[in-house]
C-alpha cells in the first residue's frame, strides 16, 4: 500500500470512526474542508505517525500544515524516504494497519 493510499485510508477510517462525512478526497481538497474536524484531523496525524513510522510535525524545523490533501501527502512521502529506519513501508503498514484499534477513538 502506498504513503498516499494509506493517508487516505486514514481520512476514511477516522471519519466513519467519528461519523463523519468526507467531502470527495482529491489532492486540490482542502484538509479543513473535507469534512473532519480538527480533533479528527490530529487523530489522522496519530495515526499516520503509528503506520507510516514518520512525524513531519516534530522536527527541530518549523513545518507548516499542509492546506490542500495533495501537500500533505507529499510531506509525508518526503518523510518515509528520507526516514533513516530500515523499516520498509510494507513492515510500517503492518505493524499498524488503518484498520487497527489505533485509529478508533477510547
Known sequence: M???DL???AFEQVAADHGQRL??????????ECGLDSMSVAIVVTCLEDS????PFTKD???D???TLG???R??????????TTMTLEQRTERKSPNSKRFRSP
Open 75 to 84: 510531506l509525508y512521502e518526503r518523510e518515509v524516504a528520507g526516514s533513516t
Open 52 to 55: 507510516l513510522g514518520v512525524d
Open 61 to 63: 524545523q518549523w513545518v
Open 7 to 9: 493517508i487516505l485510508s
Open 23 to 32: 467531502t470527495p478526497l482529491a489532492d486540490d481538497t482542502i484538509v479543513n
Open 71 to 73: 501537500e500533505l501527502v
Open 65 to 67: 500544515f499542509p492546506t
Open 2 to 4: 502506498s504513503t498516499r
